[in-house]
T-cell receptor, first 114, second 113 residues
Framework: ETGVTQTPRHLVMGMTNKKSLKCEQHLGHNAMYWYKQSAKKPLELMFVYNFKEQTENNSVPSRFSPECPNSSHLFLHLHTLQPEDSALYLC?????????????FGPGTRLTVL | ELKVEQNPLFLSMQEGKNYTIYCNYSTTSDRLYWYRQDPGKSLESLFVLLSNGAVKQEGRLMASLDTKARLSTLHITAAVHDLSATYFCAVDIETGTASKLTFGTGTRLQVTL
């Protein structure tokens, strides 16, 4: 079991719904990440937070809104999604900058947009 | 833009055989990671390679890094069915704050009896 947890594990939502994904890390790390994994595509980095500050937004549509209230928690707020947003959303954490900055991943949230 | 290419994309091999997965990347980096993903599961860290010439081994898997050639390899020795999974390499470009991983497309390994 990793030190990164995600809830919910599965989510089905309509295009007009608003929902949130939650990620929590118990590793004492300073950086947290959101990735999207679609079928037959490489993992795509969406957002990076370091010490609660957003340091990367990889041209993600505004219907995805991240929030990082502290170094242990990361949210991804979803609204008016499209069917092509259906994917596995993975959260990860790492110590932050440094020689060994290995990222540890959570179990993911499988999102289906109808 | 950093590009990370893995080959093959799919590999079917018999138990007991050896094979190598290749990971090529397009820009300078001296940090590379290998991950394993089982179907429907998250990514599990396998190896962290932090310098040119680094070699790490764990069981039947061995990873190496040649930063001059911008190439990493994951060698499988005497494959067993439990190794069936998708393997990803990821190249780290440190931004000075957090890391920024660019993943390869993955190699789906199927080990048959």
């Amino acid at each position: 079991e990793t030190g990164v947890t995600q809830t919910p594990r599965h989510l089905v939502m309509g295009m007009t719904n608003k929902k949130s994904l939650k990620c929590e890390q118990h590793l004492g790390h300073n950086a947290m990440y959101w990735y999207k994994q679609s079928a037959k595509k490489p993992l795509e980095l969406m957002f990076v937070y370091n010490f609660k500050e957003q340091t990367e937004n990889n041209s993600v549509p505004s219907r995805f809104s991240p929030e990082c209230p502290n170094s242990s928690h990361l949210f991804l707020h979803l609204h008016t999604l499209q069917p092509e947003d259906s994917a596995l959303y993975l959260c990860a954490s790492s110590q932050g900058a440094g020689v060994r900055n290995e990222q540890f991943f959570g179990p993911g949230t499988r999102l289906t947009v109808l | 833009e950093l590009k990370v290419e893995q080959n093959p994309l799919f590999l079917s091999m018999q138990e007991g055989k050896n094979y190598t997965i290749y990971c090529n990347y397009s820009t300078t980096s001296d940090r590379l990671y290998w991950y394993r993903q089982d179907p429907g599961k998250s990514l599990e860290s396998l190896f962290v390679l932090l310098s040119n010439g680094a070699v790490k081994q764990e069981g039947r898997l061995m990873a190496s890094l040649d930063t001059k050639a911008r190439l990493s390899t994951l060698h499988i020795t005497a494959a067993v069915h439990d190794l069936s999974a998708t393997y990803f390499c990821a190249v780290d470009i440190e931004t000075g704050t957090a890391s920024k991983l660019t993943f390869g497309t993955g190699t789906r390994l199927q080990v048959t009896l």
